[in-house]
């Protein structure tokens, strides 16, 4: 019985090993690569055996490979934003499949003003850059990543302290005013991009023309920038991890004297003046003290996000958590921001869909004084002898430079801090009644408020750096910003007729207030505990003011887009704007604008031609307008109360009011017409790639402020409509990228553009706009022929080597000898006088590029970015200290390049502390070449193969940030944007701007 059980059981069991056997025998294994239409892998794209539900997942170079039952002759590819393909696979072991982006997918359709058009039908001139792109740089702002990558954006740090803004401006600077383009977050035009993390956005566009930026109207003078952050998508839910860990340090440290030499250089500065030596032995100095080395260290920065989505047909989602943390390379400096994101949609039923895109953020800010004469400029100039301090822990002074600070003191005693707690986002409703026509209504917010808190401690250096009384200032600013937009959209195709119209209105309100409160005599024990840094502890000249604005736009819209058979486009866009910041004679402006397409590559004559795939010549031209700056009642006549008056009986005091601003009810919106004329490209299979642009965009109306005579008792200059300024210039682009056959992948753009700036016309009160320094004087003008914010100042054309050369020349002053400079006579009278000043120099660049090139073998991937600008000048305010014959340190280059003798130098003068021929004034020794050539970005990474990690990507790197830079510029950085928020006229001026650090990072990514 057993006997005949056991026969039983190992029949049973050699019967299934056989039939096992004859399904392994039936199945086949099936290898292959899947890319999408740019040739780039589809990492994460589903393969499945048709009709069974066998299926595996590609891996981040594209690969795949799976077991096919024998009687499976297909292979069903799907991949999101992409349409999903069938291919036959009978008698095949290798399949290798090119994926088309679905109509709707991100890589066909890019976003554009209150909606989406397919990429090949754009007439107006837009810049993209794509997630990929921005993940590819370990960028901590938005602003970073988008430098090199759009041509006719140009892109610079105003400084290199951690979290710092950056100067942005498309297609050069139209007006003496605000030039920062509009930022538009997932239809929200409330939002400053600071807030944003890089990891949280899918795309940006940029719009440029104004036949593509018209949409916006009075918002779009300066180019709109559209950021689309991440949304969810059906399917799986899906885990990313990004996590990086950089050093940064500091460049180059500038050269300046040792103890030794600065003693050596001001014993000559005294005695050229004719005065006794004030060191007698230089040599017994020694080196002294490094300053920089005191001040400057190496820093850490984190940055860590977490991205989480997925969903279904009808609920999709998006979470988003990140963290950064930055210490700056000068101590005492810092910034983090902490932010989340939550981004979803919900389609209720075929008539209605929900979503919201929500987000928070808190960032930190610990600054320095730093433009102007703060520390960095202090630490450039201190006294070398003075030690940081004393054998009995005080802190080191010198009794014989008063005027020199001890710049280690001066940064232990900073206390500069900011907090910026924002909320921000939209819900929206779209109703589709019927097929083809679709209401949105949206509502977008922006809350959040700024609260900075400086505390200086009681403190004494020396005689000339001390503070005896305990201070704290509190500054704190509100913000409440909303918008509500309605739009009507309708799509409808009849034979070869295709047609899109939009009509909208929309309605935009912002309040701020801000208040400032200051405490002095604050506890001793605060300059130690921070929690004694209250105002209600300070027992003195408490001090408190404060205001609130309030302004609004409402707004009505349409665009209209047609096109025929594919061959032949329009756009006409229309918008009028009503703004409460203008009077009753011109609240409304009215801006259109139209663009006109032929995709010439679908003419018979070119559709046979294999290697175009699509050639779009395009053109168009548009109004917009602009009003940022402008006060928000500045049409209106002002009074301050409060103000006291003599009158009546002697002493008496009388309570009244006094008018303060002179309002002009006709004032008008600044107006910018631009013409854009260019071509779209792409050919060879997709691997080519180019477009090209050539614009003229003039500025009419500009707002200006003329000031008014001082017995008119009008302290504000009122505003008028003064001033016409050009720009013209061309952008180009062109890209290449290609899959081998041998696994190398490789990718590589190249973008250019030239822009010229001009002003036609001012009418302000005087013939000119002019901005000066401190101890330089005038040292920019903006006048008629010139660009805005020109250098202006006197022309050296040597340095005199002899009294003959001196007398032969034009009278510059009593004191002129050998070794001062040769002023230019610009207007022949024989006097140097302040009509001898001139241009000088030119901030802005005649160009700016990119380069942008990647190349990957088997999961090794190189990423370089180049970027620059050629033919800009940069104002190195920061000479007058340290090139004068002063208290201050010198350079090396005063030390190497002086005048001392006939034939000794051409390009210095003499060191003399009291020089009377004023030598250190404005001038051409100030203005250098400010070009530059930076290798922005060098990453090297490595993708660990999913039979490895079993992850659907694991991405490990090591990059260099700001790698090297090529420039003629002596000073620290040349990348100079303004030391002043939104004013272009303090643009390009060195006053030793904190310097960008160079940042070496590891990190990872982790997709699960």
């Known amino acids: 019985m057993i006997a005949a059980k056991y026969l039983q059981t190992k029949s049973v069991l050699l019967f299934l090993m056989l039939f096992a056997c004859t399904l392994v025998q039936a199945q086949q294994r099936v290898t292959g690569k899947i890319l999408q239409a740019d040739n780039q892998p589809a ?301 979803s949609s919900h389609t209720i039923n075929k008539f209605i869909k929900l979503g919201q895109n929500l987000s928070a953020s808190l960032a930190r800010y610990s600054n320095i004084s730093e433009f102007g004469y703060g520390i960095l400029n202090g630490t450039l100039t201190a006294n070398p002898e003075i030690p940081v301090k004393n054998p009995d822990g005080t802190w080191g002074f010198s009794p014989t430079s008063l005027n020199s600070s001890n710049p280690a003191a001066s940064l232990s005693y900073t206390n500069n801090d900011t907090k910026r707690p924002v909320v921000n986002g939209n819900a929206y409703i779209d109703i589709t009644p019927f097929t083809g026509l679709v209401f949105r209504s ?28 305990a201070t704290l200032t509190e500054n704190e600013t509100r913000f409440n910003d909303y918008s509500w937009a309605n739009t009507l959209t309708y799509q409808k195709t009849f034979g070869n007729h295709s047609i899109e119209a939009l009509a909208g209105i929309t309605d935009q309100n912002s309040y701020t207030q801000n208040i400032t409160a200051e405490g002095r005599g604050l506890p001793p024990a605060a300059t130690d505990n921070e929690s004694l840094r209250y105002l209600n502890l300070s027992i003195s000249n408490f001090r408190v003011a404060g205001g609130a604005g309030e302004w609004g736009i409402l707004s009505y819209l349409g665009r209209i887009n047609y096109n025929y058979a594919g061959k032949y486009f329009t756009t006409v866009n229309f918008r009028a704007d009503g703004s409460s910041r203008f009077g009753e004679n011109n609240k409304f402006g009215y801006f259109p604008s139209f663009s006109l397409g032929w995709k010439i590559s679908e003419e018979n004559f070119l559709k046979d031609v294999e290697w175009i795939d699509n050639l779009m010549l395009r053109g168009g031209w548009g109004s917009l307008g602009n009003q940022t700056s402008l006060p928000n009642y500045a049409f209106a006549n002002l009074v301050t109360p409060n103000i006291n008056y003599a009158f009546g009986a002697p002493g008496s005091v009388v309570r009244g009011q006094a008018p303060t601003t002179l309002g002009n009810p006709d004032l008008k919106w600044e107006s910018t017409r631009e013409t854009d004329l260019g071509f779209d490209f792409r050919g060879f299979g997709g691997r080519v790639t180019a477009s090209f642009d050539w614009y003229t965009k003039k500025t009419t109306d500009m707002l200006l402020q003329v000031p008014l005579l001082g017995y008119t008792g009008i302290t504000t200059a009122p505003y008028v409509n003064g001033g016409d300024v050009v720009n013209k210039g061309i ?20 973008n250019a553009a030239f822009n010229k700036n001009k002003v036609l016309k001012l009418s302000n009160s005087g013939t000119s706009i002019q901005q000066f320094l401190s101890f330089v004087g005038l040292m920019n003008s903006t006048q008629i022929g010139a660009p805005i914010a020109a250098f202006y100042g006197w022309q050296v054309d040597g340095v005199f080597q002899s009294d003959e050369e001196v007398a032969k020349h034009a009278y510059q002053s009593n004191g002129t000898a050998p070794g001062d400079f040769i002023f230019r006579d610009v207007d022949g009278n024989d006097t140097i006088n302040a009509k001898d000043q001139t241009i000088i120099g030119n901030p802005w660049p005649k160009m700016t590029y990119g380069l942008n090139a990647s190349v990957s073998y088997k999961g090794i991937d190189l990423r370089v970015q180049i970027q620059g600008t050629y033919g800009n000048d940069i104002f190195q305010a920061f000479k007058f200290r340290t090139e004068g014959a002063n208290f201050f340190n010198y350079t ?117």
């Open 43 to 343: 990492n994460g794209a589903t393969v499945t055996a048709t009709g069974t539900a066998q299926a595996t997942s590609t891996d981040s170079s594209g690969a795949f490979s799976i077991n096919v039952p024998g009687n499976v002759t297909k292979l069903t590819i799907s991949f999101v934003g992409f349409e999903t393909q069938t291919v036959d696979i009978a008698g095949k072991t290798t399949v290798n499949v090119i994926l088309n982006p679905s109509e709707n997918s991100l890589q066909n359709v890019i976003v554009v003003g209150y909606g989406t058009q397919k990429r090949s039908d754009i007439t107006g001139a837009i810049g993209t850059v794509s997630a990929k792109q921005i993940e590819d740089e370990p960028a901590i702002q938005v602003g970073q990543a988008l430098q090199g990558k759009v041509p006719g954006l140009q892109v610079s740090q105003n400084s290199g302290a951690p979290g710092s803004g950056l100067l942005v401006r498309v297609r050069g600077t139209g007006t003496v005013n605000n030039s920062e383009p509009l930022y538009v977050v997932d239809g929200n035009p409330n939002v400053n991009p600071l807030d944003l993390s890089p990891d949280q956005i899918e795309s940006i566009q940029v719009l440029k023309s104004a036949s593509a930026a018209a949409i916006y109207g009075a918002q779009g003078a300066n180019g709109v920038v559209l950021i689309t952050t991440k949304q969810g998508r059906a399917g799986k839910a899906q885990l990313d991890i990004n996590f990086s860990q950089g050093l940064q340090q500091i460049q180059k440290y500038f050269p300046v004297t040792n103890a030794t030499q600065y003693a050596t250089l001001y014993n000559e500065g005294l005695e050229n003046a004719g005065q006794a030596p004030l060191y007698p032995d230089p040599a017994a100095l020694g080196k002294g003290t490094d300053w920089q080395k005191e001040i400057f260290r190496t820093a850490p920065m984190t940055d860590v996000n977490i991205g989480a989505s997925g969903g279904n047909e009808t609920s999709k989602f998006f979470f988003s958590a990140g963290y950064t943390n930055q210490e700056g390379i000068i101590k005492r400096t810092s910034f983090d921001r902490m932010s989340i994101r939550v981004n």
């Open 442 to 469: 949206q509502f977008n917010f922006n809350l959040g408020r700024s609260e900075q808190k400086v505390f200086t401690p009681v403190y004494r250096v020396s005689a000339s750096q001390f503070n005896d009384v």
């Open 731 to 750: 952008e180009a682009m062109i890209g290449y990228t290609k899959s081998t056959n041998r696994g190398v992948d490789f990718d590589i753009s190249v």
């Open 892 to 1008: 090396m280059n005063v030390w190497n390049n002086r005048w001392t003798g006939p034939g000794t130098s051409n390009t210095m003068p003499r060191l003399t502390t009291s020089d009377p021929n004023n030598n250190m004034r404005s001038s051409t020794y100030y203005v250098e070449d400010g070009s530059y050539l930076r290798v922005r970005n060098i990453q090297l990474g490595y993708r660990i193969p999913q039979s490895v990690s079993h992850l659907r990507n694991a991405r490990i790197y090591i990059s260099v940030q700001n790698a090297f830079t090529i420039t003629k510029y002596s000073g620290f950085d040349p990348e100079i944007g303004t030391n002043s928020a939104n004013n272009p006229l303090y643009i390009g001026i060195d006053e030793t701007n904190y310097p960008l650090p160079r940042i070496y990072t590891v990190g990872f990514n982790v997709g699960l």
